[in-house]
């Protein structure tokens, strides 16, 4: 039987795991190293590079390096997400004519999807590589966090990839997975998910190889390049003091500024001062300018503070939803690379009273817990069989006067089917439209549209008589599919959410033939 590979696709890095004996472990990249840069770069000279060599490049070549692209995927344009990475990323965002996200480079629009199926294919290769065999099939990890729109919009990169995914799960539940299979005992846990763009919370029971994910919470929005933006900012605001200039729209020097701000920021993690030196970081008419300031980890921890207790109401509210306490917690997990940093662990050591987890790496858990659910769906886990998730929003339609109706509550276990019976408000009506909407807002208006289908054809009756059944549906990939059926004529109307936006089946299938396959060095 031909592995099936687990696939940690983060926003700044990218790891990639298989089972051997049993056992997750990681697969090197080409370059030996067991992550990898979730960076695309294209050169000018037509070349595609990913990785390493991609990142090795982004100083010189800002405009055309795709860095954090799953900040971007299953995201709309005009969405205040995207509106915040326009901000930030040193390449072009334009909207595609459905109003998706995409990116611009020498005129070619990009999908992110595109970009996120290169970075895979160059995973699936190095696996390939490594393991000797051809690699068709793959578990692929999200945040918990991730809508409807997002998880399909991954699942159409692999597709893309050329990769079969046997399921889409989310990170904290794998890195559980992972954890659960070393610790071997019975427990409850918070794994707490902070990588380069999002932060997960989630809390799980595990019991006799039972893993079920009691609540979860997150934000899209708040990862280890925020902690970076803040350096970012506070650099060139003192540079700006000091020399007059303002960096702050020149690509390349910021690139670099950006680039050195990161490291500093992970060497703080282990000691007390760094210093940042970019030498000729610019011109003026009295000669070159440089940056040279050394940065203590008290200063950055001044500067971001505020970022790291962002994250308490939100693991406040997972306790909640799950009807615990911080006591009741025996372990905590911290997952993804921004973890790293003392005063986070120290924040989170304080709220639950207790030390995390030591000895885990955050930034192959996740991989090596998508290897493990691989196995459990082959067959060849057989003690660790069950794995509950939940949806991470309220899903429901919209009904009168902006009114939301609520028909999967969050933090349901997944897969999970119900039906609501509605009717008509106006006499005669033959047709109605079903508004799906995510979010947890009594005003329809004030949550995520996530499309909409009408019903047509139903009997003319007074209003209130007819009876339309709408049924919702959330796969064990947490994939939403609503359908809607007049119980007078059996008429019925369904959808795939993910059709109000996306690609769409025809442009992943003509993707899917356009795409190369990474090609291995010395490999025709
Ligand atoms: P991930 O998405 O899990 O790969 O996490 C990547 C994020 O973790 C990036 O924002 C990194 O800057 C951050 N990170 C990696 N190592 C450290 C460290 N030692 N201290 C603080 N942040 C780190």
């Given at each position: 039987?031909s592995?099936?590979?687990g696939?940690d696709?983060?926003?700044t890095?990218?790891c990639v795991a298989?089972?051997?004996?049993n056992k ?6 080409l370059?030996?190293?067991?992550v990898?840069?979730?960076?695309v770069?294209f050169?000018t000279?037509g070349?595609?590079l990913v990785?390493n060599l ?6 010189a070549n ?9 900040r971007?995927i299953g995201r709309k344009?005009?969405?205040p997400e995207?509106e ?6 040193p390449y072009?965002l334009?909207a595609?004519?459905?109003?998706d996200i995409m990116?611009?480079?020498d005129?070619?629009l990009?999908?992110?999807q ?7 294919s160059y995973l699936?290769?190095c696996a390939?590589a490594?393991l000797?065999e051809?690699v068709s099939?793959?578990?692929i990890?999200?945040p918990?966090h991730?809508n ?6 991954t699942?159409d990169a ?7 995914v046997?399921r889409v799960?989310?990170?904290?539940t794998?890195?559980s ?6 610790s ?5 846990v918070?794994v ?6 999002t932060f997960?919370?989630?809390?799980l029971?595990i019991?006799?190889?039972v893993?079920?994910?009691?609540s979860?919470n997150?934000?899209?929005?708040l990862?280890?390049e925020d ?10 605001e003192?540079f700006k ?5 303002d960096?702050s729209q020149?690509k390349?020097s910021l690139?670099?500024?950006?680039e050195?701000a990161?490291?500093?920021?992970r060497?703080?993690?282990?000691v ?6 970019l030498p000729?970081?610019a011109v ?8 040279l300031k ?5 200063k ?5 503070r505020d970022l790291?207790?962002k994250?308490?109401?939100l693991i406040?509210?997972?306790?909640e939803?799950?009807?615990?306490r911080?006591?009741?917690?025996d372990?905590?997990?911290l997952?993804?690379?921004?973890t790293?940093?003392?005063y986070?662990?120290?924040?989170v050591?304080d709220?639950?009273?207790?030390e995390?987890?030591s000895?885990?790496d955050?930034d ?9 659910q691989g196995?459990?769906i082959k067959?060849v886990?057989t003690?660790?069989a069950?794995?509950?998730d939940?949806?991470?929003?309220s899903?429901?339609i ?13 933090n349901?276990?997944?897969p999970?089917?119900?039906t ?5 408000v106006?006499?005669n009506q ?5 508004h799906?909407?995510?979010?947890e807002n009594?005003?329809?208006?004030m949550?995520?549209s996530?499309g909409w289908?009408?019903?047509i054809g139903?009997?003319?009756?007074p209003a209130g008589?007819?009876?339309i059944d709408?049924?919702?549906e959330?796969?064990?990939?947490g994939?939403l ?7 007078a004529t059996?008429r ?8 109000a ?6 442009e992943v299938e003509?993707?899917?033939?356009k ?6 060095p010395g490999?025709?």
């Amino acid at each position: 039987m031909s592995h099936v590979i687990g696939i940690d696709l983060g926003t700044t890095y990218s790891c990639v795991a298989y089972l051997k004996q049993n056992k997750p472990e990681i697969i090197p990249n080409l370059d030996g190293h067991v992550v990898t840069p979730s960076v695309v770069s294209f050169t000018t000279d037509g070349q595609v590079l990913v990785g390493n060599l991609a990142q090795r490049q982004a100083v010189a070549n800002p405009e055309r390096t795709i860095t954090a692209v799953k900040r971007l995927i299953g995201r709309k344009f005009d969405s205040p997400e995207v509106e915040e990475a326009k901000k930030r990323v040193p390449y072009r965002l334009e909207a595609a004519p459905n109003g998706d996200i995409m990116i611009m480079v020498d005129n070619q629009l990009i999908s992110p999807q595109e970009i996120s199926a290169i970075i895979l294919s160059y995973l699936k290769a190095c696996a390939e590589a490594y393991l000797g065999e051809k690699v068709s099939e793959a578990v692929i990890t999200v945040p918990a966090h991730f809508n409807d729109h997002q998880r399909q919009a991954t699942k159409d990169a692999a597709s893309i990839a050329g990769l079969e995914v046997l399921r889409v799960i989310n990170e904290p539940t794998a890195a559980s997975l992972a954890f659960g299979l070393e610790s071997n005992k019975n427990c409850r846990v918070a794994v707490f998910d902070m990588g380069g763009g999002t932060f997960d919370i989630t809390i799980l029971e595990i019991q006799d190889g039972v893993f079920n994910v009691l609540s979860t919470n997150g934000d899209t929005f708040l990862g280890g390049e925020d902690f970076d933006n803040r350096l970012v900012s506070w650099l060139l605001e003192d540079f700006k003091k000091e020399t007059g200039l303002d960096l702050s729209q020149n690509k390349f020097s910021l690139q670099r500024i950006r680039e050195a701000a990161e490291r500093a920021k992970r060497e703080l993690s282990f000691v007390f001062e760094t210093e940042i030196n970019l030498p000729f970081i610019a011109v003026d008419e009295s000669g070159s300018k440089h940056i040279l300031k050394k940065i203590s980890r008290y200063k950055l921890e001044d500067l971001t503070r505020d970022l790291v207790w962002k994250t308490i109401p939100l693991i406040e509210q997972a306790l909640e939803d799950a009807r615990l306490r911080p006591e009741n917690i025996d372990e905590i997990v911290l997952v993804g690379g921004q973890t790293r940093m003392p005063y986070l662990r120290q924040v989170v050591a304080d709220f639950f009273h207790k030390e995390p987890r030591s000895g885990i790496d955050p930034d192959l858990i996740v991989a090596m817990g998508a290897a493990i659910q691989g196995g459990i769906i082959k067959g060849v886990m057989t003690d660790l069989a069950i794995l509950l998730d939940v949806t991470p929003f309220s899903l429901g339609i919209e009904t009168e006067n902006d009114g939301y109706q609520i028909i999967i509550e969050k933090n349901t276990t997944i897969p999970t089917r119900k039906t609501m019976a509605f009717t008509t408000v106006e006499h005669n009506q033959v047709r109605v439209r079903i508004h799906v909407l995510e979010g947890e807002n009594p005003v329809a208006s004030m949550n995520k549209s996530l499309g909409w289908f009408d019903l047509i054809g139903i009997e003319p009756a007074p209003a209130g008589v007819p009876q339309i059944d709408v049924t919702f549906e959330i796969d064990a990939d947490g994939i939403l599919r609503v359908s809607a059926r007049d119980a007078a004529t059996g008429r019925e109307q369904g959808m795939e959410i993910h059709y109000a936006a996306g690609l769409t089946r025809g442009e992943v299938e003509i993707l899917k033939e356009k795409h190369r396959p990474f090609a291995l060095p010395g490999k025709k």
